[in-house]
T-cell receptor, first 114, second 114 residues
Framework: DQQVKQNSPSLSVQEGRISILNCDYTNSMFDYFLWYKKYPAEGPTFLIS?????DKNEDGRFTVFLNKSAKHLSLHIVPSQPGDSAVYFCAASAKETSGSRLTFGEGTQLTVNP | DVKVTQSSRYLVKRTGEKVFLECVQD?????MFWYRQDPGLGLRLIYFSYDVKMKEKGDIPEGYSVSREKKERFSLILESASTNQTSMYLC????WGLGGNTIYFGEGSWLTVV
């Protein structure tokens, strides 16, 4: 039972263009959502998060949008840079487990071409 | 800077061997986790611990056990390694109530079982 789903295993974009990574979830108890970035042979690093009381959070080139009614979130990267090439994981947690376990999606491999 | 250290980066073990993966964190975090990452499956939670000597099963605990004798150290044990346990193993830690964005991952341990 995959509670967090990233339907696109890979995405390729040109440098300078927008990258949009999508994530869907099924558990209505999830109230905190995160994106992690992972380079090969390294552990994931935190990128950006959003609470369910918001519908948008922005940090520099990265913006996360949350549509609670559709149980959908997306990560926008503008402009995309070759150094953004990595696997991006969407993750979610529920309030009663705050600071505790995360449920991850399958990941999307982003490739930004120079 | 928070540091989560996984002592073994690359291991090759034989089927049936007992395998220990060690993880140490230096931020006095209560919670520690073991995930495994497999292509197309994302990060799946094996076990977690919210206190010394406490452990909880994650989503895929079969074939694994854990040990938390000291707050800073969380060990993953494969009692009898099998080829389907070939994977990248990731340790993480966090504190209660700080939210998912303070979950810190180690660099990962690549285990190959032959």
């Amino acid at each position: 039972d995959q509670q967090v789903k990233q339907n696109s295993p890979s995405l390729s974009v040109q440098e300078g263009r927008i990258s949009i990574l999508n994530c869907d979830y099924t558990n209505s108890m999830f109230d905190y959502f995160l994106w992690y970035k992972k380079y090969p042979a390294e552990g994931p690093t935190f990128l950006i998060s959003i609470s369910s009381i918001k519908d948008k959070n922005e940090d520099g080139r990265f913006t996360v949008f949350l549509n609670k009614s559709a149980k959908h979130l997306s990560l926008h990267i503008v402009p995309s840079q070759p150094g953004d090439s990595a696997v991006y994981f969407c993750a979610a947690s529920a309030k009663e487990t705050s600071g505790s376990r995360l449920t991850f999606g399958e990941g999307t491999q982003l490739t930004v071409n120079p | 800077d928070v540091k989560v250290t996984q002592s073994s980066r690359y291991l090759v073990k034989r089927t049936g061997e007992k395998v220990f993966l060690e993880c140490v964190q230096d931020m006095d975090h209560e919670n520690m986790f073991w995930y495994r990452q497999d292509p197309g499956l994302g990060l799946r939670l094996i076990y977690f611990s919210y206190d010394v000597k406490m452990k909880e099963k994650g989503d895929i605990p079969e074939g694994y056990s854990v040990s938390r004798e000291k707050k800073e150290r969380f060990s993953l044990i494969l009692e009898s390694a099998s080829t389907n346990q070939t994977s990248m193993y990731l340790c993480a830690s966090t504190s209660w109530g700080l939210g998912g964005n303070t979950i810190y991952f180690g660099e990962g341990s690549w285990l190959t079982v032959v």
